[in-house]
């Protein structure tokens, strides 16, 4: 397997009324992530990228975690450090930002 772990963050753009992860902060989660990994020198095992609709729209902005499988939703910038620290590097889930 190319990379230890995968983050795909949805930057899907959706018509209102319906909340969308692109305009709630999607592409600057995509930013976030990368410029985390890269500092850490983690970029070259752990990858984070947009994606598409995760289909958790309600609980967005949402990404995924692979290849745990775990969905994050209403992941603020705030959060970023710490879904890197926990989940990427330390193999534990945030727990308060996990959608069951």
């Known amino acids: 397997m190319k990379y230890k772990k995968h983050v795909f963050i949805c930057t899907n753009q959706k018509d209102a009324p319906k909340k969308c992860c692109g305009a709630e902060r999607g592409s600057a989660l995509v930013e976030a992530f990368k ?3 890269k500092e850490k020198g983690l970029s070259a095992e752990i990858r984070a990228q947009k994606a598409g ?3 958790v729209c309600a609980f967005g902005p949402g990404l995924v975690v692979y290849p745990e499988g775990v ?4 992941v603020q910038l705030s ?3 710490e879904i890197v620290e ?4 330390g193999d534990k889930a945030v727990e308060r930002l996990v959608i069951a």
């Open 86 to 89: 926990s989940n990427l590097v």
């Open 71 to 74: 969905f994050y939703g209403n």
């Open 35 to 37: 410029a985390s990994l």
């Open 53 to 55: 609709c995760l289909d």
């Open 79 to 81: 959060d970023v450090e």
